[in-house]
Antibody, heavy 124, light 110 residues
């Protein structure tokens, strides 16, 4: 079964940094765009960032722009999310999700599969 | 405040049919397809409906989706206890240049 596995979450102080990883299993990640989506405790889903297959297209939600950086290493079948200047409101479970469908034609695409998530807690 | 609007809760009894609405605008649902995700308690979201009305393999045909104008709906017929979950709609937003989600609807099977 194809799957994504996130890692790198943990407890960090406000203003600190953390790097999340998302590794693909049983499929070649380089053939797909990849998104990060987060979910604050007891709240709904919030899209965070997208990276295309070749890293030529990268998008961020306004809430993280300038603080988070998405990147990928296709040789390692992995995508990363570097999170700097972390705030309490960044506390959430972070999921990576493969964007499936029609390449970079986002308006026709969907997310499948999702990883199991990794918890990031920003607190002093 | 989510870009897409869903009712926060819905409920039904076993065997009933329930629908969950999702309202957006021309920059998202109005011009793009809608996907639905199911999140069972304590688990990651899972694709339920894609491209407005298509079911991935393994999803029962009790689940169906539709879209009209700037709104979409998820219908669940023959409600079962295992359908108790949070349901999210999502679409690409051309103005925001990103994905937007509904706030989620918590479905309770009475």
């Amino acid at each position: 079964e194809v799957q994504l596995v996130e890692s790198g979450g943990g407890l960090v102080q406000p203003g600190g940094s953390l790097r999340l990883s998302c590794e693909a299993s049983l499929f070649t990640l380089s053939s797909f765009g990849l998104n990060w989506v987060r979910q604050a405790p007891g709240k709904g889903l919030e899209w965070v960032s997208y990276i295309s297959r070749s890293s030529s297209a990268i998008y961020y939600a306004d809430s993280v722009k300038g603080r988070f950086t998405i990147s990928r290493d296709n040789a390692k079948n992995s995508v990363y999310l570097q999170m700097n200047s972390l705030r309490a409101e960044d506390t959430a479970v972070y999921y990576c999700a493969r964007e499936a469908g029609w390449g970079t034609v986002h308006y026709l695409n969907w997310f499948d599969p999702w990883g199991q998530g990794t918890l990031v807690t920003v607190s002093s | 405040q989510s870009v897409l609007t869903q009712p926060p809760s819905a409920s039904g009894t076993p065997g009933q049919r329930v629908t969950i609405s999702c309202s957006g605008s021309r920059s998202n649902i109005g011009g793009n397809t809608v996907n639905w995700y199911q999140q069972l308690p304590g688990t990651a979201p899972k694709l339920l409906i894609y491209s407005n009305n298509k079911r991935p393999s393994g999803v029962p045909d009790r689940f169906s989706g539709s879209k009209s104008g700037t709104s979409a709906s998820l219908a669940i017929s023959g409600l079962q206890s295992e359908d108790e979950a949070d349901y999210y709609c999502a679409s690409w937003d051309d103005s925001l240049n990103g994905w937007v989600f509904g706030g989620g609807t918590k479905l309770t099977v009475l």
